[in-house]
C-alpha cells in the first residue's frame, strides 16, 4: 500500500519528548488561570462556515478552512477562539454568569503560506473576563498573563497602553487623506523599525515630514488615561512586579477592535517577538454576533511560549514518562516483576515493564538509550531474597533493597 | 448581523461545569497512563485524505471528512489515531523505542448520523504497546485500562478471550458458504441477543439448526488457549481484581484485524454498554502503511466514560472554578481588595475577584447563584482592620480573621 507517509505542509506532529513539554507547559497556564477563578469552555472543532467568515475582513476570510459537509452544509475549522465564544454567550446567555471569567485553551487552523514558527494548525491560550467595565477586570487580565507566564518560570515584560491615548493625541494630525487610524498603524511599528522609517511612512501616507517628526514627539510625551492609571496602580498589589509592566505610548496592537487598555507581552530572555496580546473589545462581542457585553482579554501564542520554555531549559527534564524501566531476565521471575512493577505503581512511582524476558545487558543498554532515570532488573537471586535492584542510571549508582525501602526514596 | 447562533449537528459545546469533569476524568487516565509509563504523543487534526480512506473498508471512508484544502490537497479530518500512529511508525522509526508505548487523547470526526451518545467529534483515549509480541504487553494493556477507570472510581467489568480460541472452535462449522468470520460476527451477538435469536441467525446464514446449537454449545465450552492463560494469571500480579475480569469464549470484537487476545470495557454499575475495546492486531500496522510490527492496545470512548462518571458521582463536585469570590463594596477597599486577593492565590487559594464595586447583598447573592464555596467581601471595616470576612457558602458559617489564619485553613 503506498501512501504519503508525511504530516501536511504546516501540521506538526509531536512525539513523546515534545508533547510531554507542551503538557507541562499548558498544565501551567490552566492553573494560573483557574487560580485566577477563570472557567474553561471548549467549542467544536467545525462551526457552521457562515459562523466563522466575514467577521475579521477579506484577508482573514482567506485563512479560514471552510468546505462543503456530505449534508451540503457549508462548514469551517475554527479559525480563532473569540468567535465562538461569542456564539456561547449568544446561545447560552441566560446560562452564563453576569460577569463571565472562560479560558480556552484549543488549536485553531488558519491556511496561511507556513513558515518559520507560523503553522497551519497552533494552540492558542484566551482568557477573558465578560461582562465587566470595571478596570478591576483590566488589571486581572494583565495580571493572570504576567502570573501564567512567572508560574512557567518566565521573567515577562509587559508593555500597556491604552487606545485612547493613541487617538487624543493623534487626532490632531490626521487629515482628509490620513486618517487617525492609519498613523495608528504606523506608530505601532515604532518597536520594529527606526525612527526615521516611521517618519517617512508617515511622509508616505501624506503628512509633512515636520508634522511626521512631531507626530512621533507628540506620541512620545503622551500620558496615560485616568483608566489607564487606575488600572496600572493595581498590578503591584495583585502581585506583578514593577520591574515587569510599563506604559508605552505608542504600541497600538493592530486589531481596530480595541476600545480601552491594549498590552502586549514579550520574553525578552528569548526574543523581542511577542508572545500574546490583548486589551479591551467592549463593542466586538456584538459586532461578532454575540450579546452587546464589555469585554477584555489576551490571547497567549501557546507554540511560542513553548518554544521559550524549552530554550530557556524551564522545562523539568523529563527524558520519559517512567521513572523506572524493570524487567526480567528469567521466565521464572515474572510474578515477582509483576509485582514489584505493581508496587512502585501504587506508591505513584511511574513504572514501565520490558515487555520481554530478556538478557540483563539488553535491558540495561535500551534503559540507557531511552534514557530512563532508573532500571530494575529482576533475576532469581532478587526474587527468591524479596529484593529489588535499582540502578541510577545518570549516576551509575546501583542499590539492592527490600522493595518498601527503595519505595520510600522514589515516592513523588 | 444574522448568522446561526448554534452547533452543527453531532457537535457539541462544553460549558464550565461539564468542561470540568471532563478535564478531570482526562487528567486521572492520563496520570494512569503515565503510571504505566505510556508516552503522550499528537498527530495534527488534518492528514492527507489518501492516509485517511481505504484502511477500513468502504463503509467508513464514507464516515471520513475530506475536502480540497485551497492548495488542491485532498485533505481530511482525524478519523481514529490508530492510521495517524501508523504513520508516526513509519515516519519515525528511526527515533522511537523499540518497545513504544504511547497513548493519544484526541478528538475524531465522523461524518456519521448523529444519535444518542453518538457524535461527529469525539474523544478516544487510545494507549498500545508496539513492538512486543509477548504477552507481558497484552498483560499490561489489561491491567492500564483496568487502573485507567479504576483510579475515576469506576468498578470496571473486562471480559478476555482470544481470536484463536474462537478460531479453533467454530472453524469446524465453517462451510462453503459459512466462513468462520461470519459466523464469529454472528456469535459476537450472543452479549446482546438471546440464544434462540443467534441460533436463528446462523441458520439463516446456512448452518443447520442443529449445527447452530452445536456451535453455542462448542463455544461456550471453549477453553482459554496457552496464550490467554498465561495473560490471564498475570492480571493479579498487576493489581487487577480476581473479581473485575473474566474469560468469556463467545465475545470477539467485530473487527477483523485483531489477531490475538481481544478484551472489552464495562461499567455494570452504570450500563450495560462497552466503554471500550481492544486486543493484540500484529498485523494491522503494516496494513495501514507502517513498519511490520506487533501490537496491543486498547481505545476507550472518553465521552461515554465522562458520562458515566457524572451519572455516577464520581466527580468531586466542583460548582466553580474558583474556591472564593472576593469583592469590594468601596472604592476606598479596592487596594486591600487586591492585596488579600493576591495572598490567597500565591498560597494556591483559587480566587475571583468580583470585577465591581458593588452593594454586599450583590455580591452574596452573585455568589449564591453561581455557587461559589466561598464569599468574602471587603468594607472599609475589615480594610482599617486588616482581617478578612470569609462566609461559608454552604453552612452560611462566616468567620472573620486575619488573612493568614484563613489561609492556612482553606490551602490545598
Redesign the interface.
Known amino acids: 500500500?503506498?501512501?504519503?507517509?508525511?504530516?501536511?505542509k504546516g501540521?506538526?506532529?509531536?512525539?513523546?519528548q515534545e508533547?510531554?513539554a507542551?503538557?507541562y507547559v499548558a498544565d501551567k497556564i490552566?492553573e494560573t488561570?483557574?487560580?485566577?477563578?477563570?472557567?474553561?469552555?471548549?467549542?467544536?472543532?467545525?462551526?457552521?462556515a457562515?459562523?466563522l467568515t466575514?467577521k475579521y475582513g477579506e484577508e482573514a476570510d482567506?485563512l479560514v478552512?471552510t468546505?462543503?459537509?456530505?449534508g451540503g452544509?457549508k462548514?469551517g475549522?475554527r479559525y480563532d477562539q473569540t468567535v465562538p465564544t461569542a456564539?456561547?454567550l449568544?446561545?447560552?446567555q441566560q446560562?452564563?454568569?453576569?460577569?463571565f471569567?472562560?479560558y480556552n485553551i484549543q488549536?485553531v487552523?488558519r491556511?496561511d503560506k507556513p513558515q518559520a514558527g507560523r503553522y497551519?494548525?497552533f494552540t492558542q491560550c484566551d482568557p477573558d473576563?465578560f461582562?465587566?467595565t470595571?478596570p478591576?477586570?483590566d488589571?486581572?487580565i494583565i495580571a493572570v498573563t504576567y502570573?501564567a507566564l512567572k508560574n512557567i518560570g518566565f521573567n515577562p515584560q509587559l508593555i500597556i497602553n491604552d487606545r485612547q491615548v493613541l487617538f487624543t493625541t493623534l487626532s490632531p494630525f490626521a487629515t482628509n487623506t490620513v486618517s487617525v487610524a492609519s498613523i495608528i498603524q504606523t506608530i505601532d511599528k515604532l518597536d520594529k523599525m527606526t525612527q526615521e522609517a516611521v517618519v517617512t511612512e508617515l511622509s508616505n501616507k501624506g503628512l509633512t515630514p515636520e508634522r511626521a517628526k512631531n507626530c512621533l514627539e507628540c506620541i512620545k510625551d503622551a500620558l496615560p488615561t485616568e483608566n489607564l492609571k487606575t488600572i496600572l496602580k493595581?498590578l503591584p498589589?495583585?502581585?506583578v512586579d514593577e520591574n515587569n509592566f510599563g506604559f508605552n505610548p505608542s504600541i497600538a496592537r493592530g486589531l481596530d477592535y480595541y476600545t480601552g487598555m491594549i498590552f502586549e507581552v514579550k520574553l525578552p530572555e528569548y526574543d523581542n517577538g511577542s508572545v500574546g496580546g490583548g486589551g479591551r473589545y467592549d463593542n466586538l462581542i456584538k459586532?461578532?454576533?454575540g450579546p452587546d457585553i464589555p469585554a477584555v482579554g489576551i490571547g497567549l501564542g501557546f507554540d511560542r511560549i513553548v518554544e521559550a520554555a524549552i530554550k530557556l531549559q524551564l522545562i523539568p527534564d523529563f527524558s520519559?514518562?517512567?521513572t523506572i524501566?524493570i524487567g526480567a531476565i528469567d521466565e521464572t521471575c515474572?510474578?515477582y516483576l509483576?509485582?514489584s512493577?505493581?508496587s512502585f505503581?501504587?506508591n505513584?512511582v511511574?513504572?514501565?515493564?520490558?515487555?520481554?524476558?530478556d538478557k540483563p545487558g539488553k535491558i540495561l543498554s535500551?534503559a540507557n538509550?531511552?534514557k530512563y532515570p532508573y532500571v530494575s532488573i529482576i533475576g532469581p537471586d532478587e526474587a527468591s531474597k524479596g529484593v529489588v535492584t535499582l540502578k541510577n542510571m545518570t549516576t551509575g549508582e546501583q542499590t539492592t533493597a527490600p522493595l518498601d525501602e527503595l519505595i520510600s526514596t522514589l515516592k513523588p
Chains 1, 2 share one sequence.
Open positions: 500500500m503506498t501512501q504519503p507517509i508525511q504530516t501536511l501540521f506538526r506532529d509531536f512525539l513523546p508533547k510531554r507542551r503538557d490552566k488561570f483557574e487560580l485566577f477563578g477563570f472557567e474553561p469552555i471548549e467549542t467544536p472543532t467545525l462551526e457552521y457562515s459562523l466575514g482567506k478552512y468546505f462543503e459537509d456530505r452544509r462548514v475549522l456564539r456561547i449568544a446561545q447560552y446560562l452564563l454568569p453576569k460577569y471569567r472562560r488549536n487552523f491556511a497551519r494548525e473576563i461582562g465587566s470595571s478591576l477586570a488589571a486581572e502570573w493595581m498589589r495583585l502581585g459586532q461578532l454576533g520519559s514518562s517512567a524501566l515474572g510474578q509483576l509485582e512493577a505493581t505503581r501504587k505513584g511511574k513504572t514501565e515493564i520490558y515487555p520481554a524476558i535500551y538509550k531511552q
